[in-house]
């Protein structure tokens, strides 16, 4: 496979104390990738792929992400690797409790801008930054939010901020109404 693009964002702090997804080059991520090799697997760097092939070529995006966010990337990766593989052997698995005709749009449609997606991580740093100008815990909110956990988020900011159980859903009203203003979508 031939790369005509590849971009490398880690994750840098910035002048304010802040952490924001920067570009760099190829030699300062080998840098980072070195430098943990030989730390615990708490104490890494963890990265993720993503790959847009237009016809021969492909780009691709190398980003630093969470452990957690690692592990289920590279389950999904090998689950893939492992189902090509068998898509190779010359029989194929039918349910016999499905319908048999094709059904075009029950394919999911896996088209994927490279574009978008950095425009998305872009415009999602600015998010984070904006939410810490405006209060401490509402990055914490977000994050929770992002990872699924937002039915969790109660009892979670409310443990980790010392703060009572409704101090914390008055936050999470304000938080979503900062965040309807700020990307004026509904949330």
């Not at 405006?134 to 109660?154: F, H, N, Q, T």
């Not at 109404?177 to 700020?182: G, N, S």
């Amino acid at each position: 496979m031939r790369y005509t693009k590849t971009v490398y964002l880690i994750n840098k702090e910035q002048d304010d104390g802040s952490m924001r997804l920067t570009p760099v080059s190829g030699e300062e991520w080998y840098a980072v990738k070195r430098n943990g090799a030989n730390l615990a697997p708490e104490q890494r760097r963890y990265f993720i792929e993503l790959s847009v092939e237009e016809t021969d070529l492909t780009d691709r995006v190398i980003l630093e992400t969470s452990r957690e966010e690692y592990l289920k990337w590279h389950r999904e990766r090998m689950a893939s690797a492992r189902n090509l593989a068998c898509g190779k052997k010359t029989f194929r698995f039918v349910s016999l409790d499905a319908d048999t005709e094709f059904n075009a749009s029950a394919v999911p449609d896996y088209n994927f801008n490279m574009s978008d997606e950095i425009d998305f991580l872009t415009d999602l740093s600015r998010v984070r930054d904006r939410l810490a100008v405006w209060k401490p815990w509402a990055v914490d909110m977000l994050d929770l939010y992002i990872s699924g956990r937002k039915d969790e988020c109660v009892s979670v900011l409310s443990a980790k901020y010392g703060v009572s159980e409704r101090t914390i859903r008055n936050y999470r009203s304000a938080f979503k109404d900062y965040i309807r203003e700020l990307l004026r979508v509904d949330v």
